[in-house]
């Protein structure tokens, strides 16, 4: 059984800083799509930042570009997203997400496996 069980959101004033993790359990990472994913209360799902592990191509929202790096640690089965100079539009529920096959857009269709989220608060 697929288990994604991110960690790591909390509340942080405007330019801080957060790094969230993602575990993965019955699942192996390698070769797969790991994403990143927020909603904002009021909010449509946005997909945040993707990484295909094969190609270690990653792909980032217009709004997080620069700010945002997703990264991975295949030996731990672990995906990372570290967040820069936050925004107070920062503030979200954030989740981890996993396709089942090798690539994977900002699009939430994308992905089969979806963790419960952390929460990411930003004041300004």
């Known amino acids: 059984q697929v288990q994604l069980v991110e960690s790591g959101g909390g509340s942080v004033q405007a330019g801080g800083s957060l790094r969230l993790s993602c575990a993965a359990s019955g699942y192996t990472i390698s070769n797969k799509c790991m994403g990143w994913f927020r909603q904002a209360p009021g909010k449509l799902r946005e997909g945040v930042a993707t990484?295909?592990?094969?190609?270690?191509?990653?792909l980032y929202a217009d709004s997080v570009k620069g700010r945002f790096t997703i990264s991975l640690d295949k030996a731990k089965n672990k995906v990372y997203l570290q967040m820069n100079s936050l925004k107070p539009e920062d503030t979200a529920m954030y989740y981890c997400a996993a396709t089942g096959g090798l690539i994977g857009y900002l699009n939430d269709y994308d992905y089969n496996y979806w963790g419960q989220g952390t929460q990411v608060t930003v004041s300004s």
């Open positions: 990484f295909w592990t094969g190609s270690s191509i990653s």
